[in-house]
Nanobody, 117 residues
Framework: QVRLMESGGGLVQAGGSLRLSCVAS????????MGWHRRAPGKQRELVAL???????NFADSVKGRLTISRDGAKNTVYLQMNSLEPEDTGVYYC???????????WGQGTQVTVSS
């Protein structure tokens, strides 16, 4: 079992920045890729950024150049640095961790990000 705990969400004005953190605990040895997903109001959850255990990174086109994902293995933590935030970035941000060799993902509870115009 893997547990994920997000933090760092909040209310920010357009153009501002936030850094989200996600700490993994439990069976961290089974984790491969970790990522951040967003559920905007009235929309389905979508992938925002992903980082594999080998350091390969993928971003959604809508956030390229504004968001950075990083991973600290020693702290079992993945970060999402969000700059130049736009109202369209508003939503609940969820951390995910992929179980090695499977399509199964563990999920955190989510953290709310609200960007005001």
């Amino acid at each position: 079992q893997v547990r994920l705990m997000e933090s760092g969400g909040g209310l920010v004005q357009a153009g501002g920045s936030l850094r989200l953190s996600c700490v993994a605990s439990g069976r961290i040895d089974v984790i491969n890729a970790m990522g951040w997903h967003r559920r905007a109001p009235g929309k389905q959850r979508e992938l925002v950024a992903l980082i594999t255990s080998g350091g390969t990174i993928n971003f959604a086109d809508s956030v390229k150049g504004r968001l950075t994902i990083s991973r600290d293995g020693a702290k079992n933590t993945v970060y999402l640095q969000m700059n130049s935030l736009e109202p369209e970035d508003t939503g609940v941000y969820y951390c995910s961790a992929n179980h090695k060799g499977t399509d199964y993902n563990y999920w955190g509870q989510g953290t709310q990000v609200t960007v005001s115009s």
